[in-house]
């Protein structure tokens, strides 16, 4: 079972790794729920959590899970011992106070650009959290420490990437660069003109021009004929007027 549970957490590492970014040390902002149930099933969260997130955890809080954790009383007194000994990074409620899970939910806005990771019992977080893009959320189940599945958000956010529905910033100047490089942008608006390539030559020109029947064309033909019946006449004329001389004779 232990090793089942090993194989998800390096899958879904992978998977924040891969798609978001995260890099060791990996940064942990735990709330009073989560290390009260550590304490409770005796999980010593600084010597177990870097084994089993497969690297380098540096674990933090705020100041307002501290201050909610310290108005909770004696109740929460261990919890608090174990959270002041975490990094406390600086929120943005310097004078007003919030509740521990309003704050930790504001420290991942924006796309979570310092790549925390969320621990906490807090049923209500845990769902505002799944919610939000590139968020991992750990939670512990009895005496076990669970690094929860990617949420739907997250893995629409990466089919997008992966179908180049959504092309992040630094590829689109890269892609603009390209084209310019390349001679394929448009500069100052003008449209390029297409090149006429050269041609055949027109078909229709190629044609033997046909010879055009005139009448002066056909007026040689008719005198033609006329001088071959003249010369048959002569011809004729001159016969009979040989014979009528011999008959003479």
């Known amino acids: 079972m232990k090793l089942t549970r090993q194989k998800h957490a390096k899958k879904n590492m992978g998977f924040y790794k891969n798609n978001f970014s995260f890099r060791e040390p990996f940064q942990v902002l735990l709330d009073g729920t989560f290390c009260q149930a550590a304490l409770r ?6 010597e177990q959590l870097p084994g ?4 380098a955890v540096q674990l933090c809080t705020t100041r307002c899970v ?13 919890a608090k011992l174990i959270a002041q000994s975490f990094q406390v990074r600086n929120c943005s409620h310097h004078k007003d106070l919030v509740s521990g899970s309003a704050c930790l939910l504001s420290m991942t ?18 769902n505002r959290v799944r919610k939000k893009a590139g968020v991992p959320l750990l939670f512990i189940i009895q005496n076990t420490m669970v690094l929860d599945k990617p949420s739907p958000k997250s893995l ?7 179908t180049n529905q959504l092309v992040p910033e630094h ?13 394929l942008a448009k500069q100052g608006g003008e449209k390029r003109r297409k090149r006429k390539r050269a041609g055949g030559p ?12 005139t009448q002066e064309g056909q007026e040689p033909s008719a005198e033609k004929k006329k001088r071959r019946k003249r010369k048959r006449n002569r011809v004729k004329a001159e016969a009979v007027q040989s014979v009528q001389k011999n008959e003479e004779e």
């Open 202 to 213: 027109n078909p229709l020109s190629c044609l033997k021009k046909k010879k055009k029947k």
């Open 66 to 78: 501290l201050k909610e954790l310290q108005s909770l009383g004696k109740a929460l007194y261990g």
């Open 109 to 126: 806005e924006e796309g979570n650009p310092h790549h925390f990771f969320i621990a906490t019992q807090d049923q209500d977080l845990a």
């Open 52 to 55: 089993y997130l497969g690297g």
């Open 171 to 183: 590829q689109k100047q890269s892609i603009v660069q390209l084209k310019e490089q390349e001679g």
């Open 41 to 46: 099933n005796k999980i010593q969260i600084r």
């Open 156 to 162: 629409a956010v990466v089919q997008k990437l992966q």
